[in-house]
C-alpha cells in the first residue's frame, strides 16, 4: 500500500494546465502518463483506487501467481512419473501460497510506486474524477485544466443477475484474491479466460470445483480443437464441467449455497461453499459525467473512440479496458502509447493497425494471434494451415507436455501468415515468434531457415513452416510435371 496508495499522500497544487491529464492509474494510464512526461509533457495522473489498477491488484499479477503454485502442486501429484518418490496426499498451505501472491503483487508494484511516479514528472492525484467542461475535471475539490486527457479507466466485473446469488454472496476477482483460506468446493460462473483460469488454479490446490459454461464449449472465441483440448484437460484434473448449463437460482443454508442449474433440459442442484463469478467485464464510464465534455459512451461497450482513439470531444482520448474489446494488458500498453503520439505529437497512429496476441493461462495455455480460419472464410479469404501436433515435438515428449498443437494459418499459394493458434504448455511464449513473423511480414516459409535451438517447444513452429515449404515444393513440383501434358494438349 505503501507504493500504490500512501496514507499519508497529499495531492499536490495542481499546475495552471495540464498538457495531458490521465484518469486511472492502471496499465493504461501509467504508460500514457509516464511516457508523455519522459517527452517533456506536463502531466497529471489521477487514481481513485490503487495504482497498478486491475492487472497488478487484482487481475495478471495475482492470478498468474496462484495459477504458478497450482501448477507446482499438480506436478507434485505426478511426480512420481518423473521416478519422484510422493506421499499420496500432498498437503496445502493456501494461507501461504496466498501470502506469496500478496509479496509479488508488493513486489512489482514499486516500479508502479506514487514516489516514482512524481520523480518522473509526473502529478499524481489520488480521488474520483469526473468532467466539469470539455477542457477540465475536478477531483477531490480540485480543477484540472487540461489540453488534452486520456479516459483510461478500466473496467470492472460484470455482475451476472441471478437471483438469490448477491444475497448468497460471491467472490469476483476484486475479491477472490483476498481469501486466504481455500474453500472445500468452489462453483466457478463463465467459461471464458477469468473463469477457466481459476476454476483450474483451484481445483489443483485441492478444491473439488464445478464449472458452468452455458455455450458448448469453453473460450468460445477460440478454434473448437483448442476449447476441446481445455475441456478434456479440466475433466483430466477432476474439474466438473458442465458446459451447455446456466445457473438459474442461489440460495444460502447453513454456511453453504445451493444452486440450481439447467443443462439443455435437464435440472440439477449442487453444493458448494463459495461461488466465483468470472462473467464477463463492463467499461468504467459512469460517475465520470462525461456528458459534461461532450463525451460519447455506451455503459456496455464504453467511450466510443474512432480509430486514432479520439472521442467525440477533440481534446479527450480513451484507451485500455474504457473502450476496447480487446480487454488484455498488452493492448491497454500498445493503446496508451498510441494515444500520447496522437494526442501530443500530431501522431497518425491507428488502432486497426495493431496485431494483438492474446494467451489463457491454463494448463495447456491456450494463445492465438491474427485471423481464426472462420474469420478467414467468412472474408472469402481462401487459406492453408499447417497443424503440428506437440506430441511430434521432441522437448514436449521429454517434458510429458504433449496435449497441444501448432496450428499455422496462411493464404492459399503463399506463405503469409494471417494467424496461428498454439496450444502448449507454454504457448504464451511460443506465440510471439508467429506475432513477430507478421508484425514484420516474415512469410512461414522463412521461419523454416530460422535455426530453434534443440530441443525445444518451439521447434512446433519450425515444423509447420517446413511443412508450408514442402506444400509449396509439391505445388511447384506438379505444375512442372504437368507442364508437358498441358504442351501435349495444347
Ligand atoms: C483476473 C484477471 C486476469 C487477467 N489476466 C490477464 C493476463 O494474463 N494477460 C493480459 O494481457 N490481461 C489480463 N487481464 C486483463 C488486464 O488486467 C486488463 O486488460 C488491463 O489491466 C487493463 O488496463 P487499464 O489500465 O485499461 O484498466 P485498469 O487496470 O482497470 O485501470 C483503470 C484504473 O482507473 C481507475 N478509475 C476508474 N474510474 C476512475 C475515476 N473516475 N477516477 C479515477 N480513477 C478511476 C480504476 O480504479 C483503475 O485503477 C486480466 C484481467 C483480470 C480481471
Same mark, same amino acid.
Given at each position: 500500500m505503501d507504493n500504490v496508495r500512501p496514507a499519508d499522500w497529499r495531492n499536490p497544487v495542481p499546475a495552471q494546465r495540464y498538457d495531458l491529464v490521465v484518469i486511472g492509474a492502471g496499465t493504461t494510464g501509467l504508460v500514457a502518463a509516464r511516457s508523455a512526461a519522459a517527452n517533456g509533457a506536463k502531466v497529471a495522473l489521477i487514481e481513485r483506487r490503487l495504482l497498478g489498477g486491475t492487472c497488478l491488484n487484482i487481475g495478471c499479477v495475482p492470478s498468474k501467481a496462484i495459477i504458478r503454485t497450482s501448477r507446482v502442486y499438480a506436478e507434485m501429484h505426478h511426480a512420481d512419473q518423473y521416478g519422484a518418490l510422493v506421499p499420496p496426499r500432498i498437503p496445502v498451505d493456501f494461507a501461504r501460497a496466498m501470502r506469496r501472491v500478496r509479496d509479488i503483487r508488493a513486489r512489482i508494484s514499486r516500479s508502479d510506486? =506514487?514516489? *516514482? %511516479? &512524481?520523480? =518522473? @514528472?509526473?502529478?499524481? $492525484? $489520488?480521488?474520483?474524477?469526473a468532467f466539469a467542461? /470539455?477542457?477540465?475535471?475536478? /477531483?477531490?475539490?480540485? !480543477? %484540472?485544466r487540461f489540453r488534452r486527457a486520456v479516459i483510461a479507466t478500466g473496467a470492472r466485473p460484470d455482475l451476472p443477475?441471478?437471483?438469490?446469488?448477491?444475497?448468497?454472496?460471491? %467472490?469476483?476477482? #476484486?475479491?477472490?484474491?483476498? /481469501?486466504?483460506? =481455500?474453500?472445500?468446493?468452489?462453483?466457478?460462473?463463465?467459461? @471464458?479466460?477469468?473463469?477457466?483460469? &481459476?476454476?483450474? =488454479? $483451484?481445483? *489443483?490446490?485441492?478444491?473439488? !470445483?464445478?464449472? +458452468?459454461?452455458? *455455450?458448448?464449449?469453453?473460450?468460445? *472465441?477460440? #478454434?473448437?480443437?483448442?476449447a476441446q483440448i481445455l475441456s478434456d484437460a479440466f475433466a483430466r484434473d477432476g474439474i466438473e464441467v458442465r458446459l451447455n448449463t446456466r445457473v438459474v437460482n442461489v440460495r444460502a443454508e447453513g454456511g453453504k449455497k445451493i444452486v440450481d442449474l439447467v443443462s439443455d433440459d435437464y435440472e440439477s442442484t449442487v453444493t458448494v461453499d463459495a461461488i466465483l463469478a468470472g462473467t464477463g467485464r463492463v467499461p468504467n464510464v459512469d460517475g465520470l459525467a462525461l456528458e459534461a465534455a461532450g463525451i460519447d459512451y455506451d455503459p456496455r461497450h464504453g467511450v466510443r473512440v474512432d480509430d486514432f482513439l479520439r472521442t467525440s470531444n477533440r481534446r479527450v482520448y480513451a484507451a485500455g479496458d474504457a473502450c476496447l474489446a480487446h480487454k488484455f494488458n498488452d493492448t491497454a500498453d500498445a493503446s496508451a502509447r498510441i494515444v500520447v503520439q496522437n494526442a501530443l505529437f500530431h501522431g497518425r497512429r491507428r488502432l486497426s493497425a495493431l496485431t494483438i496476441p492474446w494467451c489463457t493461462y491454463t494448463d495447456p495455455e491456450i494463445a492465438h494471434v491474427g485471423l481464426y480460419v472462420r474469420q478467414a472464410r467468412e472474408r472469402q479469404i481462401p487459406v492453408e494451415t499447417f497443424t503440428i501436433p506437440m506430441h511430434e515435438v521432441d522437448r514436449a515428449i521429454a517434458d510429458d #507436455?504433449?496435449?497441444? $498443437?501448432?496450428?499455422? !494459418? +496462411?493464404?492459399?499459394?503463399?506463405?503469409?501468415?494471417l494467424g496461428a493458434t498454439i496450444v502448449a504448455r507454454h504457448a504464451g511464449e511460443m506465440i510471439s515468434e508467429i506475432t513477430l513473423a507478421i508484425v514484420a511480414r516474415i512469410g512461414l516459409r522463412t521461419l523454416a531457415h530460422v535455426i530453434h535451438p534443440y530441443p525445444t517447444q518451439a521447434e512446433a513452429i519450425k515444423k509447420a513452416a517446413d511443412a508450408c515449404v514442402r506444400a509449396g515444393a509439391t505445388s511447384r513440383a506438379q505444375r512442372l510435371a504437368s507442364a508437358p501434358l498441358r504442351w501435349m494438349r495444347g
Open positions: 510506486s =506514487a514516489q *516514482r %511516479l &512524481m520523480a =518522473a @514528472g509526473v502529478d499524481v $492525484f $489520488f480521488g474520483q474524477a467542461g /470539455v477542457d477540465s475535471l475536478t /477531483v477531490k475539490g480540485a !480543477t %484540472l443477475s441471478i437471483p438469490g446469488l448477491a444475497e448468497a454472496g460471491f %467472490l469476483t476477482n #476484486e475479491s477472490a484474491f483476498e /481469501v486466504s483460506e =481455500a474453500p472445500r468446493r468452489l462453483l466457478v460462473i463463465g467459461g @471464458g479466460p477469468l473463469g477457466c483460469e &481459476m476454476a483450474q =488454479a $483451484f481445483c *489443483r490446490f485441492g478444491v473439488q !470445483t464445478t464449472i +458452468v459454461q452455458k *455455450r458448448p464449449l469453453f473460450l468460445p *472465441r477460440e #478454434e473448437r480443437d483448442a #507436455e504433449e496435449v497441444g $498443437f501448432v496450428k499455422i !494459418t +496462411v493464404k492459399e499459394r503463399t506463405d503469409r501468415i
